[in-house]
């Protein structure tokens, strides 16, 4: 199937989402890693230090203002106990609003924390055994904003060993707002790789369902999204 303008456009512009999108991930990642390091004398358990945690957030606030399309952004981290220290739990995480930065307000002690154990997102279990980003979604992220959400993680390691993970959200939202004036005169359908719809101009496909492909065609796919033409 050729390609008209307006769908190069479109691939176009997702590409350009979401490779930001997974390198603002990765930046956030090693900014974490390299602070750490230049820590004299750093261990695991300085991570709940106040000043440990104030050099994280200022991470994490400069990738939410630096990324355009990014709406929350953090850190995870869970540590197994062991010989030299407790296991701990540990969740930074940051969202955009109209009148700045702020923190996610989550009364996250360590008793709260193990309740809500991030370990079982796929964002925090697959992000280590893939090469670049893993990108999970869409789904509903009861946890933050309650929306369709899309988040990009990249593993965080320290002293050779995974520390935890780097995120970045993206409301399907706005992804949507910024397809639109791409997809004005075509029946598009945007999908993960397991067919879940993220966006359509199709009024038989919603967001968040699984897209049945004998009724499309694909035009244009990376490694994280396929695009679909109505047949």
């Known amino acids: 199937m050729l390609q008209t ?8 512009k997702i590409d350009s989402i979401i490779n930001s999108t997974i ?4 930046l956030l990642a090693r900014a974490i890693e390299t602070s750490l390091a230049e820590i004299k004398d750093v261990n695991l ?6 000043s440990v945690r104030n050099i994280i957030q200022g991470h994490i606030k400069q990738t939410l203002n630096s990324h355009v399309y990014c709406s929350g952004a953090g ?48 964002w925090f279990k697959q992000a280590p055994s893939v090469d670049n980003a893993f990108l999970h979604g869409p789904y509903v992220d ?3 904003n309650t929306s369709y959400t899309l988040t ?21 939202s706005r992804v949507e707002d910024e397809l639109l004036p791409f997809a004005a005169n075509d029946k598009v359908i945007l999908t993960n790789k397991e067919r879940r719809i993220v966006f359509s101009t199709h009024p038989k496909f919603r967001v968040g369902d699984l897209l049945n492909t004998d009724l499309v ?5 990376n490694d994280y999204f396929n695009f679909y033409q109505s047949i």
């Open 5 to 12: 303008t307006s769908l190069r456009k479109l691939s176009d």
């Open 23 to 26: 390198e603002s991930t990765g």
């Open 142 to 144: 009861y946890i933050c």
């Open 75 to 122: 850190f995870a981290s869970h540590i197994e106990s062991s010989w030299s220290n407790k296991e701990f739990w540990l969740l930074e995480w940051w969202y955009k609003k109209a009148d700045g930065v702020k923190q996610v307000n989550l009364d996250l002690d360590q008793a709260t924390q193990q309740r809500l154990d991030f370990r079982t997102f796929e």
């Open 152 to 172: 990009s993680a990249v593993p965080v390691h320290f002293q050779d060993r995974f520390l935890g993970v780097a995120a970045i959200d993206l409301l399907v």
């Open 45 to 50: 358990e300085h991570l709940l230090e106040p």
């Open 217 to 221: 065609a694909v035009f244009y796919q």
